[in-house]
């Protein structure tokens, strides 16, 4: 089954880090532009980062820009999201998939995983 395993989620307090990862199943990442996405509660699904196939540029939602850095290891067949001064906003179960372009909807991206539930709580 093509599908990414995302892990690394968990409940830290405001101001605080966490390091997701997402890892590929069945599949090679090197042909493929990554996303990271977030859906909280009743919000739609949104894109915070996304990487380039080679890694070689990245792109940033407003709402993370500056505190999240998205990058790969092609090697490792691995994608990262490391994110710093967490904010309670920041809580959602965070997702990542694949496209061969970072631009397109959301809709367009394939090989969605379960997710990985982040909380932002003191």
């Known amino acids: 089954q093509l599908q990414f395993v995302e892990s690394g989620g968990g409940l830290v307090e405001p101001g605080g880090s966490l390091r997701l990862s997402c890892a590929a199943s069945g599949f090679t990442l090197d042909k493929y532009a990554i996303g990271w996405f977030r859906q909280a509660p009743g919000s739609e699904r949104e894109r915070v980062a996304c990487i380039v196939k080679s890694g070689g540029a990245t792109h940033y939602a407003d709402a993370v820009k500056g505190r999240f850095t998205i990058s790969r290891d092609n090697g490792k067949n691995t994608v990262y999201l490391q994110m710093n001064s967490l904010k309670v906003k920041d809580t959602a179960v965070y997702y990542c998939?694949?496209?061969?372009?970072?631009?397109?909807?959301?809709?367009?991206?394939?090989?969605w995983g379960q997710g990985t539930q982040v909380t932002v709580s003191s």
């Open positions: 998939a694949a496209h061969p372009l970072c631009g397109p909807p959301v809709s367009a991206y394939e090989y």
